[in-house]
C-alpha cells in the first residue's frame, strides 16, 4: 500500500517561490516514476513534472525553466521547487508514482501513469 503525504503548500504574491515536499511510504520500491500534478476548479488536471528511478526529468512545458523536481531515494522523499510562481500556477498540488494498485484508476503525469498519489496540497498565488 503506497502512501503520498504532500507539504509546503501556501500562499505566495506572484514572482515568488515555493517548495513542495512528498514523503513516500509502502512499495516505493517497485516505483519507476513519481511526480506532481496539479487541478483546480474550473481546469482540467494537469501533470506538472515528473522524474523517473534514473533521474531524468519531464516538464509541462507551462512550468519549464521555473519548477524542478528531484528525489532523495534514501529518504524516500520527493521535491518540487517552484520559482517565479504567477497566478496561473493556483492549484492542489498531488504528488504521484506509478506504484500501487490503481484502485482510483491511472493519471498520466507528463510521461508517468501514475497509480498513487496523495491527498494535495494547495498552492494560492495572488
Known amino acids: 500500500h503506497v502512501q503520498l503525504v504532500e507539504s509546503g503548500g501556501g500562499s505566495v504574491q506572484s514572482g515568488g517561490s515555493l517548495r513542495l515536499s512528498c514523503e513516500a511510504s509502502?512499495?516505493?520500491?517497485?516505483?519507476?516514476?513519481m511526480g506532481w500534478f496539479r487541478q483546480s476548479p474550473g481546469k482540467e488536471r494537469e501533470g506538472v513534472a515528473v522524474i523517473d528511478s534514473e533521474g531524468t526529468t519531464s516538464y509541462a512545458d507551462s512550468v519549464k525553466g521555473r519548477f524542478t523536481i528531484s528525489q532523495d531515494k534514501a529518504k524516500n522523499t520527493l521535491t518540487l521547487q517552484m520559482n517565479s510562481l504567477k497566478p496561473e500556477d493556483t492549484a492542489m498540488y498531488y504528488c504521484a508514482s506509478d506504484a500501487g494498485r490503481g484502485e482510483r484508476g491511472i493519471v498520466m503525469v507528463v510521461t508517468c501513469p501514475a497509480r498513487s498519489w496523495g491527498q494535495g496540497t494547495q498552492v494560492t498565488v495572488s
Open positions: 509502502g512499495y516505493t520500491s517497485s516505483s519507476y516514476c
